[in-house]
């Protein structure tokens, strides 16, 4: 798998727990990034466990060693269309991901994630 990759949530998560496939299928990765959107799903995930401050270096020092790309005004503007479109078409997806959607869209970058929701007839104008 080569190309430019936005890693979801879930994908950071099995990384984190060294899933060999999802490691396998990175390796080969031409560029990947981060939503600031993950990042704080993962923050929170680490407020609300056993290790907080243990999980909160882990994320610290994921988040410095990887390009977490953040929200702007663009990034809004897609979301609203995205969610627009999502509703119209009676599929309501969660809040975040339509954010991680946006973002991808608008660095034009392949989502990576486990969600089966995030077909391409979900995000027609995403590369999925």
């Given at each position: ?76 503007k897609r979301y609203g269309d ?5 509703k119209e078409k009676g599929q ?10 946006a973002i991808a869209q608008q ?22």
């Open positions: 798998m080569s190309g430019k990759f936005l890693l979801d949530t879930n994908i950071i998560i099995a990384l984190f727990a060294e899933d060999p496939i999802v490691q396998e299928r990175l390796i080969r990765a031409e560029e990947v990034f981060v939503p600031c959107i993950a990042i704080g799903e993962l923050y929170f995930g680490a407020y609300k466990s056993l290790k907080i401050q243990e999980n909160l270096t882990r994320i610290d020092e994921f988040a410095l060693n990887n390009t977490v790309l953040p929200c702007d005004t663009d990034t809004a995205i969610k627009n479109r999502l309501p997806i969660p809040e975040n991901d339509i954010w991680i959607a660095y034009a970058l392949t989502l990576i994630t486990m969600v089966e929701e995030a077909s391409g007839s979900l995000y027609p104008s995403l590369s999925l």
